[in-house]
């Protein structure tokens, strides 16, 4: 063992291990990495707040009892229900809309937010089954 590693605590072995030494033949982060990846994780919540999470409202203020939503390929429509699993389910991290504007609703967050159990089933693995003539 290096003098480096002796002079590392537990934890800062362990953090080392997991973003920077190689597992299962996949690499981990390269130093300075992290930086970039916290940046991006920013950029993504900003990308989000600039008009995902009012849709949470605007989906809720229409009333709807059902709601059918089409859309092209890769147009968000699993990250759209994704995140109103997380508004909505019994149990949720509510910290993870900080900052965002959906918060700022702060009578929907308070009444509807992590109140509700979810059901979610998403079909995007299905294949459709040919019929024999």
């Known amino acids: 063992m290096s003098e480096e590693m002796k002079e590392q605590t537990r934890g800062e072995q362990l953090r080392r291990a997991l973003l920077y030494d190689r597992k299962n033949g996949y690499d981990r982060l390269a130093p300075g990495e992290p930086e970039a990846m916290e940046a991006y994780c920013t950029g993504y919540k900003q990308f989000l707040d600039a008009g995902k999470t009012k849709f949470i409202q605007e989906w809720w203020d229409s009333g709807d009892t059902v709601t059918l939503i089409t859309r092209p390929r890769r147009f968000g429509k699993t990250l759209n229900m994704s995140m109103l699993k997380c508004f909505f389910e019994t149990g949720s991290d509510r910290t993870i809309f900080d900052g965002l504007e ?3 609703d702060t009578e929907l ?9 979810v059901s979610s089933l998403s079909l995007k693995g299905a ?3 040919q019929e024999e003539n």
Do not use: M, N
């Open 127 to 129: 294949e459709r089954q």
């Open 102 to 104: 959906i918060v700022g």
């Open 109 to 117: 967050c308070d009444r509807y937010s992590g109140r509700f159990f």
